[in-house]
């Protein structure tokens, strides 16, 4: 399996911000359509998305971003090891898995 | 000849052991009763600056008209703050993530961003949520503080 390392800071934007398209070039929902989307299409590749370094990382972001892939279509199972996510911060991460897991709830 | 002169050289080296190590057993019981001193004032600093993220929370929340600049500020404080509770001396709290996550979906999940903004009322459900959080985050620091560092 190919990994592939995202790093939103030097990636994508250090001031990530927004939910919608509507609400900025930083945004969640453009985040996940560029990044997360075209990567996750790919069986064979997992994504370790790096956190840390991207500053005021707001819920609405986070939310948009990676409950998003649910709602884009995806599952858990096939989020399961090929989403991978690393921060110094416990939060951000737990925060994460809440929206992946609530969207996931509410698509059952 | 004094009784003092009569005792054999050793026992002049004990008496100073034993005032060496009344010394350094009061040092460092000073020293620890200082660093809990400073700890307990790191989190009442942070429990007035948690306060301070919930005045401005209500004051954008509450505004008219949506502030981008605002949003961001009040985005990067939340972020940072949170941080702070997981850094020393705070990680030795260990304060649940939950209870940050709550804070910062409370914040500014929803009602932050251009497209979403609506005016909310003091006892709207935004403002409500936002005010729970911060308490039961204080709540936990100053719970935890005084079974660490009483």
């Given amino acids: 399996m190919n990994t592939v390392k995202i790093d939103i800071a030097s990636q994508f934007a250090r001031y990530p911000a927004g939910r919608y398209k509507t609400d900025g070039p930083y945004s969640g929902e453009v985040f996940r359509e560029s990044f997360l989307i075209p990567q996750l299409k790919n069986p064979d590749t997992c994504i370790v998305v790096q956190l840390d370094g991207a500053r005021g990382l707001a819920s609405s972001f986070l939310e948009e971003a990676f409950g998003g892939l649910i709602r884009a279509g995806f599952n858990t199972q096939q989020l399961h090891g090929r989403l991978v996510l690393e921060s110094k911060d416990a939060s951000l991460i737990h925060e994460i898995e809440e929206y992946i897991g609530e969207q996931a709830e509410s698509h059952h | ?121 003091a006892n709207s459900e935004i403002q409500r949520n936002i005010r729970c959080a911060i308490d039961d985050l204080i709540d936990a620091i100053e719970e935890a503080k005084v079974r660490t560092w009483a």
């Fill in chain 2, 1 to 121: 000849m004094t009784g003092a002169d009569a005792a054999p050289w050793w026992v002049h080296g004990v008496t100073w052991l034993v005032v060496a190590a009344g010394w350094y057993t009061v040092h460092r019981a000073t020293l620890s009763r200082e660093r809990r001193r400073e700890k307990r004032d790191a989190a009442k600093q942070l429990a007035s600056d948690l306060h301070e993220l919930e005045k401005s929370a209500r004051e954008f929340h509450s505004a008219e008209r949506h502030d981008e600049y605002a949003a961001a500020e009040l985005s990067m404080r939340c972020d940072r703050l949170i941080k702070v509770v997981q850094r020393a001396p705070f990680d030795e709290l260990k304060i649940a993530p939950s209870l940050m996550t709550s804070l910062r979906r409370a914040v500014t999940c929803h009602n932050i961003d251009r497209t979403a903004f609506s005016q909310q009322a």
